[in-house]
């Protein structure tokens, strides 16, 4: 089985910023998109930022700027720097991977168990 953990997350002021990491372990054969995500109490969960396995970058339009999605293919590790944080930003952030486990079958989505992260005014 494949797992994801999210750390990172926590209380911080207005303006400040925030690394998150995620990490996958377990019986993986590659990783193709990796994502983070954030969902606001009473809110839909969104998209934040996206980044493929060639490096490819995308972010939502409130993040662009201040945030910097990035991966180890390597380690399959996928972090979410956060600069200029502001209260708008609070949420539960949870990371998502599209995993292949065998050539036999094709890639799957996974998902941690959410970091929260709350920025205070």
């Known amino acids: 089985q494949v797992q994801l953990v999210e750390s990172g997350g926590g209380l911080v002021q207005a303006g400040g910023s925030l690394e998150l990491s995620c990490a996958a372990s377990g019986s993986i054969l590659r990783v193709y998109n990796m994502g983070w995500y954030r969902q606001a109490p009473g809110q839909q969960r969104e998209l934040v930022a996206q980044?493929?396995?060639?490096?490819?970058?995308d972010y939502q339009d409130s993040v662009k700027g201040r945030f910097t999605i990035s991966r180890d293919n390597v380690m399959n590790i996928a972090y979410l720097q956060m600069n200029s944080l502001n209260p708008e930003d609070t949420a539960l952030y949870y990371c998502?991977?599209?995993?292949?486990?065998?050539?036999?079958?094709?890639?799957?989505?996974?998902w941690g168990q959410g970091t929260q992260v709350t920025v205070s005014s």
């Open positions: 998502s991977m599209d995993v292949q486990i065998t050539d036999r079958e094709g890639s799957q989505a996974y």
């Open positions: 980044i493929t396995r060639g490096q490819v970058r």
